[in-house]
């Protein structure tokens, strides 16, 4: 009874919370976790970035004409065939111009993962992807890798657009920070639980995130196995690890972790899936209660045990000697089922705090 009482009402606790605890293997595993790692977009994120511009590189007058916006259009073209929230904002801001009926759909679209996405438009090859991306798979001149360069200085996020071998131009991208991420980080840390950030973003905008949300390591460009391979390194350095993400990126890596985290609004399926807890109002105000219920149900079970053992060791000894009775230790051993029930039931009242 110990155990069981404790572990459905903690379960229940956090339910009534919106966090959906997949069952009591992973509400202990979050009582022993010693480090948090965040995805960026989506996470620490608002997850609804918006075009703030596109250029194209022939644009003669450095103004929007009407190449930035073929270029605009090429790449709405790709994205619409994607889920991505970097793809929807491209797909709006192309839709806000009236540009996305430019171009069909692409077909043949392959997403290249952590990197971007390429598919057919009009029989032509169209990639829409990271300046990582393009430094290793497209030659261009110094200049367009100095304007991206600045765009990013500004905390935006750049994406090229090739069509064939030809770089065409760039659209520039930027998200908000939750309101919730900086106290959520802040009282995590306050926990002794370090955060990490990683996140397939440049180094520029994720530094500049981070220091916004104030988590104690930020880690940058990562792909997917990359992100699998930081979470590993967490592991051997703090024991148990925490991986809170929301998209499919994020899949290995929640499973790489001790305990894996999605946010369960804005969260892909696979993401949902392989998570051993979801945040099922993408409220990450949530986690901090999450981590303080599992060390109090870990702490109670422990309690709960050590009082049932106690009690046995307590009557062994008195009957040894003849001190007590057969009806007075079926009274404790029933005091003592109602007493760990009770107590196992304390996280109910932790959840309402």
């Known amino acids: 009874i110990s155990t069981p009482v404790t572990v459905i009402s903690a379960i229940t606790a956090a339910a009534r919370r919106g966090v959906l605890i997949k069952g009591g293997a992973f509400l202990e595993a979050l009582g022993t976790v010693r480090a948090f790692a965040f995805d960026k977009t989506g996470t620490l994120t608002e997850g609804k970035p918006a075009v703030t511009g596109w250029r194209s590189l022939d644009c003669p007058t450095g103004e929007t004409c009407a190449d930035c916006d073929d270029v605009l259009a090429l790449a709405s073209a790709v994205e619409s065939r994607t889920t991505h929230p970097l793809a929807q904002a491209v797909v709006d801001a192309a839709a806000e111009r009236n540009l996305v009926s430019q171009y069909a759909p692409a077909e043949n679209v392959e997403l290249l993962a952590g990197r971007g996405v390429r598919g057919q438009v009009n029989g032509s090859t169209v990639t829409v992807g990271s300046h990582r991306l393009f430094d290793e798979t497209f030659p261009h001149d110094a200049d367009v890798c100095a304007v ?206």
Do not use: C
């Open 148 to 353: 991206v360069d600045a765009v990013e200085a500004q905390g935006r996020t750049a994406m090229l657009i090739a069509n064939g071998d030809r770089v065409r131009g760039y659209i520039a991208l930027a998200d908000t920070v939750r309101h919730s991420s900086q106290a959520v980080v802040r009282e995590l840390n306050a926990l002794n639980l370090p955060t990490i950030m990683l996140t397939g973003d440049n180094a520029t905008v994720a530094t500049r995130v981070g220091e916004q949300v104030g988590v104690t390591d930020v880690r940058a460009g990562l792909l997917p196995q990359d992100k699998v391979e930081a979470v590993k390194a967490l592991l051997a350095q703090h024991g148990n690890v925490a991986m809170v993400g929301d998209g499919v990126n994020d899949t290995p890596s929640l499973a790489a972790a001790t305990v894996g985290i999605a946010m369960g609004g804005a969260g892909s399926p696979q993401a949902l899936e392989t998570a051993d807890i979801a945040l099922m109002s993408d409220d990450l105000r949530q986690l901090p209660f999450a981590v303080r219920l599992a060390r109090f149900a870990r702490h109670l079970i422990g309690q709960n045990v050590a009082l049932s053992f106690g009690m046995k060791a307590v009557f062994l000894v008195l009957a040894f000697f003849g001190v007590t009775s057969l009806w007075v230790a079926i009274l404790a051993d029933v005091g003592m089922s109602l007493l760990v029930t009770l107590n196992g039931m304390r996280p109910l009242a932790l959840e309402r705090k």
